[in-house]
């Protein structure tokens, strides 16, 4: 299962290296959310190759939906996280491949086809970059923290901006990013680059795989007040454990 994963991530992703800097066709599924045509080839791709490898399993995809089957297992796919940057030819976009089982993530792999970094992990056998183990970071207070976050789609129109939060945490940490990936976001929490991520509004494809790989490299993934995560609600902390609580405390703040 890791070893499909990692190879239909790597695939899809080649679908993205070859048609970047191309003319695309770019929709709005939102006033600012986009899809485009390769979003779309990426998609395709990844379902005819698990209905052709798993016909029993289920897939639930960004473009494409909640697939009819009735199985234990769900592939949670999103073949293009990063779409605007993408469409922009802003270099931060992946792939992101992740298998569910009787609710639990089992197998996550992301591709980030710009740096040819694939990150993965199974449950219970740790979390690799290119067949390397990673770690996360040894970081031990936000005033030396490098952190990241994001905003929604519907940031213009949702009470949750996340401006809040985003506001505090410059206050008191070293640097905040934002990339617009948080599947990228989460293997990098995973490789040490970030020390802790959070976001709120996301979808199960956007963290699934990336939560995996991030509690496998030996990082911890709740919601923000530190209950047990679920991919199915929208809210994320993601960090190194050592600055769990205290990235929990800033955005619990009222």
Not at 86 to 105: D, I, K, N, R, W
Not at 134 to 150: F, N
Not at 231 to 254: F, R
Request: charged residues 20%; aromatic residues 8%.
């Amino acid at each position: 299962m890791l070893n499909f994963a990692k190879q239909l991530a790597r695939d899809a992703g080649r679908i993205l290296r070859e048609h970047m800097g191309r003319q695309l066709d770019v929709r709005h599924k939102g006033q600012i959310d986009l899809v485009t045509e390769v979003d779309l080839l990426s998609e395709k791709f990844i379902r005819e190759q698990i209905n052709n490898r798993f016909p029993k399993h289920q897939i639930l995809g960004e473009e494409g939906g909640l697939s009819e089957q009735t199985s234990a297992y769900r592939w949670i796919v999103d073949p293009l996280d990063g779409t605007t940057n993408y469409a922009h030819g802003y270099p931060c976009f992946c792939v992101s491949v992740a298998l569910e089982h009787e609710g639990t993530v089992i197998v996550g792999a992301i591709y980030d086809p710009t740096r040819d970094e694939l990150f993965a992990a199974e449950r219970g056998q740790g979390a690799t970059l290119n067949e390397r183990a990673i770690q996360v970071s040894t970081i031990p207070s936000l005033e030396r923290a490098l952190l990241c976050t994001g905003f929604p789609y519907n940031v213009r129109t949702s009470p949750q901006k996340n401006l809040n939060h985003f506001s505090r945490f410059l206050d008191v940490a070293q640097a905040v990013r934002r990339d617009g990936s948080a599947a990228i976001d989460l293997c990098y929490v995973a490789a040490g680059r970030f020390d802790g991520f959070w976001e709120l509004n996301l979808s199960a494809w956007d963290m699934a795989a990336g939560s995996l790989i991030v509690t496998e490299a030996g990082g911890q993934v709740t919601k923000f007040d530190g209950s047990p995560f679920d991919n199915y609600i929208p809210e994320i902390l993601a960090t190194n454990g050592l600055l769990h609580t205290a990235m929990s405390d800033v955005l619990l703040q009222k």
